[in-house]
T-cell receptor, first 117, second 114 residues
C-alpha cells in the first residue's frame, strides 16, 4: 500500500523567505511522486512530478523538489516566497496503472502556506 | 489551460436524492479518475476508468458508480445521498501524449447535501 505524510498542516513564511514543505511517502514499488497546488475554490494544478531519472525536479513558479529514496522523502522548496504562493499544497504518490500511464494517486492531507508581507 | 471540464460547477441536493456529475477528458487521453475532497482534506480516490472499464476502486460504497463513454468522457453517479457526501468532486484525465505521461485535473464540482 502507498501513503503520504505531509509534516505541518500550516506553514507561514515572510515574503522573500525560503519555502520548505515536507513530504514523506511509503511505497512498495518505485514511486511516482507529485506536488499539486490548490487555490481557493479551484481544482488541482500540477507543480512538478518525479517519475524516473534526475532526482532533483524543477517545476513551475520557481518550485523544485528532490526525491531521496533513502529518506523516502520528496520535500518541496522555493528559494524566495511570493505573496501569490499562498495556497494549499498537496503531495501525492502513484503507481503505474493497468495500461494507462498513471494509477491512482494517494494524497497527503495538505499543507496550507501563508505568506506574510 | 487544460481541456478537462466538469459539470455542473456547483449543485445542492437533498439527502436521499441521486446525482450525476460529468467530466470531459483531455484530447488524446483514455483514462479518467474521480476523487472526493472533503473540506480540509486531501482528495480521496473513488475509482478510475481506462478505455471504458473500471480500473481500480477506492474505499467507497457501491452507491458510488461510474461510467466512461467511447469518447473517454465520464460520469460519476451517487445514489441515496448522505450529508457526508458533501465535498468537492474532482476528475483527472490521463494518458500518454507525444511520448509523455500526462494527467490533468478538472476544476471540480462542489456538491452540497442538505
Amino acid at each position: 500500500a502507498q501513503s503520504v505524510t505531509q509534516l505541518g498542516s500550516h506553514v507561514s513564511v515572510s515574503e522573500g523567505a525560503l519555502v520548505l514543505l515536507r513530504c514523506n511517502y511509503s511505497s512498495s514499488v518505485p514511486p511516482y511522486l507529485f506536488w499539486y497546488v490548490q487555490y481557493p475554490n479551484q481544482g488541482l494544478q500540477l507543480l512538478l512530478k518525479y517519475t524516473t531519472g534526475a532526482t532533483l525536479v524543477k517545476g513551475i513558479n520557481g518550485f523544485e523538489a528532490e526525491f531521496k529514496k533513502s529518506e523516502t522523502s520528496f520535500h518541496l522548496t522555493k528559494p524566495s516566497a511570493h505573496m501569490s504562493d499562498a495556497a494549499e499544497y498537496f503531495c501525492a504518490v502513484s503507481d503505474r496503472g493497468r495500461g494507462s500511464t498513471l494509477g491512482r494517486l494517494y494524497f497527503g492531507r495538505g499543507t496550507q502556506l501563508t505568506v506574510w508581507p | 489551460e487544460t481541456g478537462v471540464t466538469q459539470s455542473p460547477t456547483h449543485l445542492i441536493k437533498t439527502r436521499g436524492q441521486q446525482v450525476t456529475l460529468r467530466c470531459s477528458s483531455q484530447s488524446g487521453h483514455n483514462t479518467v479518475s474521480w476523487y472526493q475532497q472533503a473540506l480540509g482534506q486531501g482528495p480521496q480516490f473513488i475509482f478510475q476508468y481506462y478505455r471504458e472499464e473500471e480500473n481500480g476502486r477506492g474505499n467507497f460504497p457501491p452507491r458510488f458508480s461510474g461510467l466512461q463513454f467511447p469518447n473517454y468522457s465520464s460520469e460519476l453517479n451517487v445514489n441515496a445521498l448522505e450529508l457526508d457526501d458533501s465535498a468537492l468532486y474532482l476528475c483527472a484525465s490521463s494518458g500518454r501524449t507525444s511520448g509523455r505521461d500526462e494527467q490533468y485535473f478538472g476544476p471540480g464540482t462542489r456538491l452540497t447535501v442538505t
